[in-house]
């Protein structure tokens, strides 16, 4: 599925409308350049998932824990791994295998962990269509 959004807002909405269709035990995949828009997606699907907490990108951190309504929101921002053994020291398997929805950026950086029915979804800038702009590409 292809998806433009044309604002920052469109961008948060769209997350905002995942993130009320969010089911437990879901992967989503975020990849993009920087500055495309991940973290503001990702601000999006939280409030979608009835978090009202602050979100930010967990660079330093790896992994940020929510409790949404129902559900926990574990975000991931994987940029700084040099390598998939890095989740293992982590834990990752107690999150991906969890009720809670697992939303990973830069997720292309651990692709040989990431279980194969995870959503996967890209964010691109194009400077031809505005500053704004971006193509969002959902795959499943």
């Known amino acids: 599925m292809l998806i433009e959004s044309f604002s920052e807002k469109d961008t948060f909405e769209l997350g905002k409308?995942?993130?009320?269709?969010?089911k437990a035990g879901e992967i989503v995949c975020l990849d993009g350049d920087l500055?495309?828009?991940?973290?503001?997606?990702?601000k999006g699907f939280a409030e979608g998932m009835g978090i009202d907490d602050v979100v930010s990108s967990p660079t330093f951190?790896?992994?940020q824990e929510y409790d949404g309504e129902g559900m926990s929101l574990y975000h991931f921002d994987v940029?700084?791994?040099?390598?998939?053994?890095e989740m293992f020291e982590i834990g990752y398997e107690d999150y991906f295998f969890s009720e809670g929805v697992c939303l990973i950026e830069w997720a292309s950086k651990i692709e040989e962990i990431i279980?194969?029915?995870?959503k996967h979804i890209t964010i691109e800038k194009d400077f031809a269509k505005g500053a704004e702009y971006r193509k969002i590409t959902i795959e499943q």
């Open 35 to 42: 500055g495309c828009g991940k973290t503001v997606f990702t």
């Open 115 to 118: 279980p194969k029915e995870a």
């Open 61 to 63: 951190t790896i992994i």
């Open 17 to 22: 409308e995942l993130g009320q269709k969010a």
């Open 79 to 85: 940029y700084r791994i040099g390598d998939s053994e």
